[in-house]
């Protein structure tokens, strides 16, 4: 007999009392008679390297801490055997908590350490039970999570919609973007499984491309969508290299009380998604194109998924235009400047902290000696036509450039990223400016140093951060050198 087998006749009184409140019809549907019960739906089972089991599962409701015990259920749900939760990780990291409410890349997955059992103790399609106390309340977030998720009954009859062959488009135009996004997440592990995911011409592979087609025109023709801002930096909340779009207000909210439970202050704001003639403010999927959000979740909490920006709206063309030409954009700078300051302004302490700041700090500064910037300058008899921002010069003309200075009362140049940021504070065509690389603007400045997107991120480059920037750039020469010399004695 195995360890299995021993343990589960010791341990079969004390198991039946773990989940003496849960019917077998219930558990067999996946539907919980309390939704502050820890369930959680196993999708695989690992070894340890040392003994044990690493339960793989996707949280269906409440909350589960480590060093807890729970109850291994069969799908009909009568009860296997009790075990302990030593630890919970997710992507190789422990963490404090699983719970069904949550915010991130890779959803409501986690690994469960069971050091008691072998993997053969568990199955997949079988779930992990935690019974609440009977005076446990749903916290707040709970309660919003459980008021907008998709319902067991709704995925149900989405599931049966998912195993068409075809789906009409009258089918896609009577359902959600929520309910869209859930059949195509059914369609594409229907494709796994089938062993058909790199086959683009089996008809499950084209159902998935019709679906996903319908989920990207139905996120261009939404009146609003929600995005949920940092306080601290006044943009876009980064969501490990990704940003949040919600289809409905209540997700968004649901995601500033998540957030706020990690010392995050954020705040809802509702953009037009696509450009308009009417337009005042930038579009989200143009912001986003600006600050180089080229990844976009949709949905994160909910059901999501994961789309490309390029994909919404496509970028500007400028294959014509000769590199000189073309218009300042510094995409990968404008995401590490956020990057590093919504890091450097979030309000908490960990460990390595320090570490974490000096990384997001060099490459935010290494992007910076990549940049074309827009300096404002002007000159006499400078005239500008209607909309005209960037413009050529010629030789020898006498220009003047703009500066500005702090409260300190110091005087800095300022250089813009593109034109959105440049059009924040030279609006009204009084200065134009020319496109010019870091070096260059650094020869240029006057006063101080340099300040870039003043109105923006405002990040200021005094004598000590142009040398800083320098040091990172001589620091990246120098990893890449002994990465060739590596390299070469290998192939040697």
């Given at each position: ?304 998924a994961l789309i490309s920006r390029d994909a919404l709206l496509p970028p ?177």
């Amino acid at each position: 007999m195995g360890l299995f087998d021993s343990w589960k006749k010791k341990n079969r009184q004390e198991t039946e009392e773990v989940f003496e409140t849960a019917s077998e019809e219930k558990v067999s549907k996946g539907i919980f008679e309390n939704p502050a019960d820890f369930v959680c739906e196993i999708k695989d089972v690992l070894p340890l390297k040392e003994q044990g089991s690493m339960i793989i599962g996707e949280v269906l409701h409440g909350e589960l801490t480590p060093d807890s015990k729970v109850a291994y259920t069969g799908e009909n749900g009568r009860a296997i055997l009790n075990c302990t939760v030593e630890a919970i990780e997710q992507a190789g990291m422990r963490v404090k908590k699983a719970a069904a409410c949550f915010m991130g890349t890779i959803g409501p997955v986690f690994a469960f350490i069971i050091k008691e059992f072998a993997p053969n103790a568990f199955q997949k399609g079988n779930y992990l039970y935690q019974q609440a106390p009977e005076d446990k309340e749903l916290t707040e977030l709970q309660k919003a999570y459980e008021a907008n998720r998709l319902t067991r009954e709704r995925k149900a009859e989405l599931t049966v919609l998912a195993e068409k062959e075809e789906l009409t488009a009258e089918e896609i135009a009577s359902i959600s973007i929520q309910d869209i996004i859930y059949v195509l997440y059914l369609n594409s592990m229907n494709a796994k499984q089938a062993n058909v995911a790199e086959d683009e011409e089996h008809p499950l592979k084209k159902k998935e491309k019709q679906v996903y087609e319908n989920l990207l025109e139905c996120l261009r023709k939404q009146d609003e969508v929600y995005m949920t801002f940092d306080k601290a930096t006044n943009f876009p909340f980064l969501n490990q290299g990704l940003v949040d779009i919600y289809t409905k207000r209540e997700y968004a909210e649901l995601a500033v009380m998540y957030y706020a439970e990690q010392f995050r202050q954020l705040e809802v704001r509702a953009l037009k998604p696509m450009p308009t003639k009417e337009s005042k403010e930038a579009p989200a999927y143009v912001l986003m194109y600006y600050l180089g959000m080229g990844r976009i979740m949709v949905d994160n909490g909910q059901s999501r998924a994961l789309i490309s920006r390029d994909a919404l709206l496509p970028p500007p063309d400028y294959s014509k235009l000769q590199p000189a030409q073309r218009p300042a954009e510094n995409q990968a700078l404008r995401l590490h400047m956020l990057d590093f300051f919504q890091e450097a302004r979030w309000q908490v302490n960990y460990e390595k902290r320090a570490e974490v700041l000096k990384a997001k700090e060099e490459a935010m500064l290494l992007e910076v000696s990549k940049g074309r910037f827009m300096i404002p300058m002007k000159y006499d008899g400078m005239q500008l036509k209607a909309g005209e921002n960037q413009i050529k010069i010629k030789p020898d003309t006498q220009l003047m450039f703009a500066a500005i200075k702090n409260p300190a009362g110091e005087s800095y140049t300022p250089i813009f990223t593109d034109m959105p940021e440049f059009g924040k504070m030279y609006p009204n065509g009084e200065w134009a400016a020319i496109v010019i690389p870091f070096e260059e603007a650094v020869r240029i400045s006057r006063g101080k140093g340099l300040v870039i997107n003043p109105v923006g991120e405002n990040l200021v480059l005094n004598e000590k951060a142009i040398d800083g920037v320098r040091e990172c750039v001589k620091k990246a020469e120098e990893a890449a050198k002994e990465s060739n010399e590596d390299g070469e004695e290998t192939e040697q």
